[in-house]
């Protein structure tokens, strides 16, 4: 039974793991009367979900804090009832009671990333005056209790989509909070994924995104109790009718199995760009880090997957001044990425995260030097991404047609390497991959001509005519 309509707005933190959670949470409240708002002041619940990857990350979330009881107070000075506050994500995993003390009085709800399945009833909970924190690792499956999305939200939500596949992680790098605050490494079942993606294609969804902390850990079990790694799930998503791209996100480059890589070579649905952090380019470096592989491990790992995919782009993830790291050490992770030559990366100064061995380690690097080092490396990512940019003009690429253009009688859409494109085209094209012809590269787009109009056609045939265009 609907309840009478009430207002959500969430504020998302972080990864696009974050991004799918806040989706599953408004999809958790639909059916409670809950509909999402753009506008947090009219909203009747406001929840942060949060992120505690970045640095001073609780303390953006204490600020944030601050403002929304001084908007709740301005409400309710103005007779209105204000708005219930909630911290959901990392930051609330971690720091469940400090949030409780530092912000009394200013939060109805603290629960972590297992427990938003629950929301409704830690709603209820909370009506009752007391602040309900809820960061307990629970032993039932999250992802059975939550309902799916109706066909007009996922339509609303656009052609692509989040699909988280696997949680938590099991390597336990030093510089890292996950373990602690999203736990072992779990995997949802096969049939409880393909279910979800069945749901999500026939919304009209054309590229799926899957998501883990390490998501080619993945190893669900399927109705038979047989282990099912990424590739297999790879390949059984490719046959979802109207399931054109596959995507994965973030991968370890310690679980990239022979069966993975031989699904890159056979499923043309598996887009040709590959996110695989690596976070420095030095031995010893990567040993403080607990990384559990050496350069020379990562550079075979990137040779296997040229060897079946040439035409793969790498993206990647770069810490700078990790403690004890010299200058040398920040020279080998310029060079590997020089010797990947990386078609895009996400850079970032190392910070300390209370908790992990990291923060407890000598020789640790000035912010001045690891300020520095990052302006380095982002120079040098800045014109390895310029340089593949110009790397794809006169080729003709299949472009995912996503939306109208800012101008009249232009279409934007993406590439299979996530670059965003824009092309003159009529509306109906929305929601059909055309070959297209790059023209021009940007800073942060290309733009191009459609060789000819492609119907709504399989993968396959649209890489054929591709190929055609080309020869």
Partial sequence: ????????????????????????????????????????????????????????????????????????????????????????????????????????????????????????????????????????????????HLPAASREVTLARGLTAFLTVQEGCDKFCSFCVVPYTRGAEVSRPLEQVLAEAHNLAAAGVRDLTLL???????????????????????????????????????????????ELLAAHRDVPALMPYLH????????????????????????????????????????GDFIVGFPGETDADFEETLSIAREVNYASAYTFKYSTRPGTPGATMDDQVPEAKKTERLQRLNDQMTGQMRAFGQSVVGRVLPVLIEKKGRMPGQVGGRSPYLQAVHMEGPERLIGTIQPVEILAAGNNSISGKIVTVAEPKSVSVIESQVAMAQA
């Avoid at 607990?290 to 040229?306: F, G, K, L, S």
């Fill in 212 to 258: 883990g902390q390490n998501v080619n850990a993945y190893h669900g079990l399927d109705t038979s109790g047989r282990t099912v790694g990424l590739g297999e799930l790879c390949r059984r998503l490719a046959d979802i009718e109207g399931l054109a791209r596959i995507r994965y996100t973030t991968s370890h480059p310690l679980d990239m199995t022979d």
């Fill in 276 to 315: 695989m952090p690596v976070q420095s380019g030095s031995d010893r470096i990567l040993a403080a880090m607990n990384r559990r592989h050496t350069r020379a491990d990562y550079m075979r790992v990137i040779e296997r997957i040229m060897a079946v995919r040439p035409d793969m782009a790498m993206s």
């Fill in 1 to 144: 039974m609907t309840e009478t309509p009430k207002k959500l707005f969430i504020k998302t933190y972080g990864c696009q793991m974050n991004v799918y959670d806040s989706d599953r949470m408004a999809d958790a409240l639909a059916p409670h009367g809950y509909q999402p708002t753009q506008v947090m002041e009219e909203a009747d619940l406001v929840v942060l979900n949060t992120c505690h990857i970045r640095e001073k990350a609780s303390e953006k979330v204490f600020s944030e804090l601050g403002r929304l009881r001084e908007l709740r107070e301005e409400a309710r000075a103005a007779g209105g009832p204000g708005f219930m506050i909630g911290v959901a994500g990392c930051v609330a995993q971690a720091e469940g009671d400090e949030i409780v003390r530092r912000a009394k009085g200013s939060v109805d709800l603290v629960f972590g990333p297992q427990s938003y399945h629950r929301l409704p009833e830690l709603i209820k909970r909370a009506h009752n005056g007391a602040t309900i924190v809820e960061t307990d690792f629970p032993t039932e499956d999250k992802f059975e």
